[in-house]
């Protein structure tokens, strides 16, 4: 069967012309060398100025063309007017002087690589003014600034808004300063001492600092140099035997084992309380030492302690804690309420205080802090069951905002990540962070499966249909935080948000290879079609008159479907076989994990007809290779401290001590076993530092090694030159032939110039 591979759809968005220039220059030596030293005409490549990157630097090139243009030269088709072939004019009295640029033109082909590095390829100011077609800014065109101030339009309605107090005892109201680059903290301590600026974040994903200042001094902070818009620090708060069958996740559990073992997922919220008996371990059972929760982060409380173990888990509302046990709680101690995914780890990231509610700023501290730690924790999703407080100043949901912004980033980033559409009902009443383009959307249904009358609709803003999914939330019972053991039934699209999540998660044990967009593409193509209705009224929408699976603004894409959506995942690469099995054989510790040291190993059983064997660690930058040691026929294999070691060295910033989890399958042909996971705890090794600059002694090792190569093509092109010359003394005597002393030389052939 063919392997199928569903694009992403937004693979592609952004190429860089760092090489262009470097491009350019060499072409232009290597064309001057061939043309003034050996009399061969070159046709330059064409230079497309109007396509060309608005970060570089062009403007020597634009004066060479116009010199061209003087000349009646077109640049576009040639250097040099024309490349027909016809008898070349060589004047050999100037035989000396052609030698005298020997050394010019050895010089320009040693300089050309450093003329190129230094070209302004980024933030080059010279380049906004060279008549280029500019891209637009996101800040010049956005429907946050209608008086095109470049502050948020919002500030001033929220300064004087009664229900919600945006300015604090001394007239300072929280905002979020957007740069033309990411800033540094030289930018930070500059906006602190010009105007006064309290910092609370700075953010590197999308190029913003938050903190306070005083509402009149916002004149005076745009006014700064790189800041390019002032943006309101607004409010976010809470969207206050169930699930499962109705979207079919028993029988990925029945069919394949998956429950969502070695993946972790992020519960963006209130926190978890990671005392209750469904929350607190992955196994249920008090002797062993296998916490479900492996890091929490506390944007509201303690924003500095960032290891992600520093805190024990806590929620002081219980929104969060609920989310949490619908995702990935084990149902105990009765499991009548079993999440979607029970055996995947849990990170709690805490962006809303104890009443429910958090400033844009905390949200996106921890959004990015979630992108930050996903190699270390193996975050492959997250989920934030979170909008715009009611009551609160009305966002314009547009897709600048910074929380979008933050989104959409993280997507790209890795991070599938599932928001919760709203619970306003009614038409486009989805907004920010919901209405962000990359997430995913997810609207609530009722236990019968038919939209519920609070989950908010599309489309967004910019007209975009919204949600992307639908699922239900309605009456959901999950822990109850702070009660040890107990639960509670709640309904919103915040219940319908983990529980899609947690199909996500399914997913990833299926295939680690899924990208965000992978995962959205295939929970939309395996749902189930729901025609919408318009609310109070038995009528059709206008979306239910277009084909099949075209999405529509109240269920999206339609019903989430956990088995086909998690089949086709599993045969992404492979067809998934139930006939292959791979068990393990090596026995667990305490912690639910294998101990490995020096000259140790993990043992697993085979059954079926095995061909091939395959392990990968479970980060995310890791791909799937075969186990060399494995022959046809053993029913034993074994993947050995020296492999696994060998292996997370590849991976940097990757703590190759302590835990991991490896997966393992068996193949045959074009079919393949489900993916064993395996906790493993690996002894006697160094965490691996991630090369984020190279040291001064590299640096000097790779100019040094440059410098060899410049002199090493400058020794060649001398020679050239040199039996160049040697042909042109062999014609001396023809020369003395021709009384008007010049001779008739042939431009070589289409064979000579490749040559």
Known sequence: MPHRHHASQDEGRHATPHLQVHTVLVRCCHDYLRTRLLGIRMVSVPIDLKNSSPGVNLERMRKKIEGLKALQVEPETAWLKS????????????????????????????????????????????????????????????????????????????????????????????????????????????????????????????????????????HDLIKLPRVVFVELDGLLGIQMQDVVPAHGVDLVWQDTGYT?????????????????????????????????????????????????????????????????????????????????????????????????????????????????????????????SLGALTGAIEWTSSEEESVNRMANEMVRAGVTLF??????????????????????????????????????????????????????????????????????????????????????????????????????????????????HYMLANEPCAEDLIPKNRQNNVYGHGHVNAQPAVEEAANYYYDLSLSLNVTLSSEVGVDNRIHIGQGG????????????????????????????????????????????????????????????????????GDRASTNLAVGIHIMGEDKIEAATSESPLTTFIIILLSGLVLVLLAVLTFVGVMLRNSEFSESDTLENQNPEGHMEIQEPTDSEQDG
């Not at 890091?295 to 804690?321: L, R, V, W």
């Not at 236990?447 to 989950?455: C, E, G, N, P, R």
């Open 419 to 532: 928001i919760a559409a709203g619970n306003s009902g009614g038409t486009a009443t989805i907004g920010t962070p919901g209405s962000a383009e990359d997430v995913i959307t997810v609207g609530s249904l009722d236990k019968d499966t038919a939209i519920a009358v609070y989950s908010s609709q599309g489309p967004t803003e910019e007209g975009r249909v919204k949600p992307n999914l639908a699922f239900v939330g309605s009456s959901v019972n999950a822990p109850d935080a702070n009660t040890g053991d107990g639960y509670v039934a709640l309904s919103g699209t915040s219940m319908a948000t983990p529980g899609a999540a947690g199909v996500a998660v399914l997913m990833y044990q299926a295939n680690p290879d899924l990208s965000p967009f992978d995962v959205r593409n295939i929970m939309q193509e395996t749902s189930t079609y729901r025609q919408c």
């Open 83 to 218: 490349s027909n072939r016809r008898p070349l004019s060589v004047n050999m009295s100037q035989t000396s002087s052609r030698q005298g640029l020997v050394p010019l033109s050895i010089a320009i082909l040693m300089l050309a690589p450093a003329l190129a590095a230094a070209t302004p390829l980024g933030d080059s100011p010279s380049s906004e003014n060279q008549g280029l077609d500019p891209v637009e800014n996101w800040w010049e065109s956005t429907t946050m600034d209608l008086d095109g101030d470049r502050i948020h339009d919002a500030i001033w309605i929220a300064a004087e808004n009664n229900r919600h107090q945006y300015l604090d005892e001394n007239g300072r109201i929280s905002v979020i300063v957007n740069f033309d680059r990411t800033p540094t903290p030289e930018d930070q301590a500059m906006i602190e001492a010009e105007v006064g600026f309290e910092t609370q974040f700075r953010y590197w994903l999308i190029d913003s600092i938050a903190g306070t200042i005083e509402l009149e001094r916002l």
């Open 260 to 384: 969502g073992a070695g993946v972790t997922m992020a519960i963006i919220d209130t926190g978890i309380d990671g005392n209750h008996t469904a929350l607190d371990d992955l196994d249920d059972d008090n002797t062993t030492n296998d916490p479900k929760i492996v890091a929490f982060y506390d944007a509201i409380n303690n924003p500095s302690a960032t290891n992600g173990t520093e805190i024990f888990p806590y929620d002081d509302n219980g929104h969060g804690t609920h989310c949490a046990g619908i995702t990935a709680g084990t149902g105990a101690p009765d499991y009548q309420h079993i999440g979607v995914a029970p055996k995947a780890n849990l990170v709690g990231v805490k962006v809303l205080d104890g009443g429910g509610s958090g400033s844009f700023a905390a949200v996106m501290a921890g959004m990015e802090w979630t992108v930050e730690k996903r190699h270390e924790f193996n975050i492959r999703a997250a989920s934030m």
């Open 601 to 668: 190993s993990v043992i697993f059983n085979l059954a079926g007809d095995v061909q091939r064997v395959q392990w990968r660690t479970w980060d995310m930058r890791d791909n799937w290779m075969d186990l060399a040691e494995y022959a046809v026929g053993d029913e034993q294999f074994s993947v050995t401290h020296n492999l696994l070691v060998d292996r997370l060295r590849f991976l940097p910033n990757n703590t190759v001590e302590g835990d991991q989890v490896i997966l393992v399958r068996a193949v045959s």
